[in-house]
């Protein structure tokens, strides 16, 4: 059932960023269908609302965090440590020894120096540290560039190195081999080719390789007539149960389980302007936002206001033709808009909870004066 955004605008006002748990739920349910035995740790930086940590924590997901912030936010919701997952890079002596204390399910090490360092705070506390390695594989991305040179990753050629500095030392266990590849991948046979690189460096000596995130979400993937089913089967054929799989989806469980509701301020020339901008729906290359109108012949931008040249929210949408004061919804928003979010010029729009099938205020759009007693 469309959600009726005439009755949310009355009783809420806009702009509204809906997050709809009732259809995270669904796409993590779908997700699990791909990869019904394998690990799946929500990546908290994607979106860190804590309605949402607190949802994915009841379905059972495992935590992916990259910061001590995000650690603090695990503890707060109250996640097990054994189902957190610490990536990162650039971390320091204090980070690791506070992570290591936890006893996590595993800390993912970003280069050969990182491991140099956990390898002496194992040593200086004599603790056991469950670690996994994070490999650039090297790989040509079907669409995208190579990631060699990037910097994520230990380098193949650095692995035996590694190798080394794992066996000589008692408190370090090698539980996996993990690589990402980046974002809104639609191509299935991405994740083979890091899959058979990663493989390659295990050969079945390693238990979990994790594969990271990036899968493009459900209605992107629709949009290309795919599915994550699609990559569910990819992905295991080339297993063959002989690992544990670990994936750590950001976008694909959350950016088609939230939508914002906003209201046409201007239009001149065929340009819309809305009363949510690039502040919150941020401008990047890979954002999918979808404005979703009655089709029709009239062909408009739509932007936020702005005055940033960037703050585009999608265009060349063919309309039925639209008059100042409409609303206008906003789909697959939810990646990478909230946790991005800034306050340049406005406010963060008034966020609404949608349970069971009912509708929560969560927290009113924020005042000039709260942003101003913010910075001061
Ligand atoms: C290590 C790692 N895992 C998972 C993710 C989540 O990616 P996505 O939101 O594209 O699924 C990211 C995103 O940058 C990441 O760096």
Redesign the pocket.
């Known amino acids: 059932m469309r959600d009726n955004i005439k009755l949310l605008a009355k009783k809420y006002g806009t702009p509204l960023f809906v997050i709809d748990l009732d259809k995270l739920e669904e796409t993590f349910l779908k997700f699990k269908k791909a990869f019904p035995n394998s690990i799946i740790a929500y ?1 908290y ?2 979106n860190f609302h804590p309605e949402i940590l607190k949802a994915l924590k009841r379905l059972g997901a495992f935590a ?1 965090i ?1 910061s001590n912030q995000e650690l603090y936010f695990t503890e707060k919701i109250g996640v097990d440590n054994n189902k957190i997952i610490f ?1 990162g890079l650039g971390r320091t002596n204090k980070e690791f020894i506070e992570s290591t204390q936890k006893n996590l399910f595993s800390i993912n090490i970003n280069s050969i120096d990182e491991l140099e360092k956990i390898s002496s705070i194992s040593r200086r506390l004599r603790k056991v540290v469950k670690i996994g390695l ?1 490999i650039d594989p090297e790989i040509n991305l079907h669409h995208k560039k190579s990631f060699s040179n990037s910097k994520f990753g230990i380098k193949r050629r650095d692995y035996k190195k590694a190798e080394k500095i794992i066996k000589n030392n008692r408190y370090l266990r090698l539980k996996i081999l ?1 690589s ?1 590849i ?3 991948s639609i191509t299935p046979n991405n994740y083979v080719e890091n899959f058979k690189a990663l493989d390659n460096l295990a050969k079945n000596q390693i238990t979990y390789l994790d594969l ?4 493009a979400s459900e209605s992107i993937l629709n949009e290309n007539s795919k599915s994550i089913l699609d990559f569910g089967r990819a992905i295991n054929k080339a297993n063959k149960n002989r690992y544990n799989l670990i994936f ?5 469980l959350i950016e088609d389980s939230c939508y914002c509701v906003t209201r046409i301020l201007s239009i001149y020339n065929n340009w819309i302007i809305l009363d949510l901008a690039g502040n919150f729906l941020i401008p990047l290359v890979n954002a999918n936002y979808r404005i979703k109108t009655k089709k029709g012949k009239y062909k408009y931008n739509f932007a936020g206001n702005l005055c940033f040249a960037a703050d585009i929210i999608q265009k060349k949408v063919y309309s039925v033709k639209l008059n100042e004061g409409e609303l206008i919804r906003i789909d697959n928003v939810g ?2 808009t909230f946790s991005l979010r800034n306050n340049m010029a406005f406010p963060d729009p008034t966020i609404i909870i949608k349970r069971n099938n009912k509708y929560k205020l969560y927290k009113q759009k924020q005042t000039p004066l709260e942003i101003f007693n913010n910075i001061t």
Do not use: L, Q, V
Not at 212 to 215: E, Q, R
Not at 248 to 252: L, N, T, V
């Open positions: 990546s930086k994607t992916e990259i990536n994070r993990h990402h980046g974002t809104n990271g995130g990036g899968f750590e989806p950001g976008r694909y990646a990478y």
